[in-house]
């Protein structure tokens, strides 16, 4: 079974700019959760979808916004990017949903952001 | 959110075991606890998680003692495989035996393993 995959790995952006990060969960997960890593702040949720519907959020600005397609994909955006929007983000899906079996979450490698 | 309290750092030997201890003695009833381990470069992976009663996989086993205000994570045999930051995290467990999606991180048990 194929692991989240995270695209795309590295990305370069300016400030002011806008970014998009996209995440396919493991087949079958229809939970996708974001994080934001970095070395000052650690591993920080942001946001959880579960059959296209957020359902959890963490403290961010609304320049971080998500969505999840009806095949589970996720995408992450993030808009006027600030220098402090540097960070590792982390993707991680679940088989949520399934009664009396507990969350496991499952994290694909990350999308490195540097901000310029 | 209950709170976890882990050493910064610890040192352990090759082929030795490794006792990582956790303290969170404001755990509710409800809260489940849960390990993951982030590697370098790497992102965090679930290593085990437990309720009440002591559990063990093929990676490790969890000691939770009896009044539930702390754990233990028990590597067997440590390999430089295993040297990573191990995070100790409960979860609320929810209506339906699971629990709440997202995970709190805290700043975690940095593990390094010397051959």
């Known amino acids: 079974k194929a692991g989240v995959t995270q695209t795309p790995r590295y990305l370069i952006k300016t400030r002011g700019q806008q970014v998009t990060l996209s995440c396919s969960p493991i087949s079958g997960h229809r939970s996708v959760s974001w994080y934001q890593q970095t070395p000052g702040q650690g591993l920080q949720f942001l946001f959880e979808?579960?059959?296209?519907?957020?359902?959890n959020k963490g403290n961010f600005p609304g320049r971080f916004s998500g969505r999840q397609f009806s095949n589970s994909r996720s995408e992450m955006n993030v808009s006027t990017l600030e220098l402090g929007d540097s960070a590792l983000y982390l993707c991680a899906s679940s088989s949520m949903g399934y009664r009396g079996r507990e969350n496991i979450q499952y994290f694909g490698a990350g999308t490195r952001l540097s901000v310029l | 959110d209950a709170k976890t309290t882990q050493p910064n750092s610890m040192e352990s030997n090759e082929e030795e075991p490794v006792h990582l201890p956790c303290n969170h003695s404001t755990i509710s009833g409800t809260d489940y606890i849960h390990w993951y381990r982030q590697l370098p470069s790497q992102g965090p992976e679930y290593v085990i998680h437990?309720?009440?009663s002591n559990v063990n996989n093929r990676m490790a086993s969890l000691a939770i003692a009896e009044d539930r205000k702390s754990s233990t994570l028990i590597l067997h045999r440590a390999t430089l495989r295993d040297a990573a930051v191990y995070y100790c995290i409960l979860k609320i467990r929810i209506n339906y035996g699971g629990s709440q999606g997202n995970l709190i991180f805290g700043k975690g048990t940095k593990l390094s393993v010397k051959p």
């Open positions: 979808y579960f059959s296209e519907t957020q359902r």
């Open positions: 437990g309720l009440t």
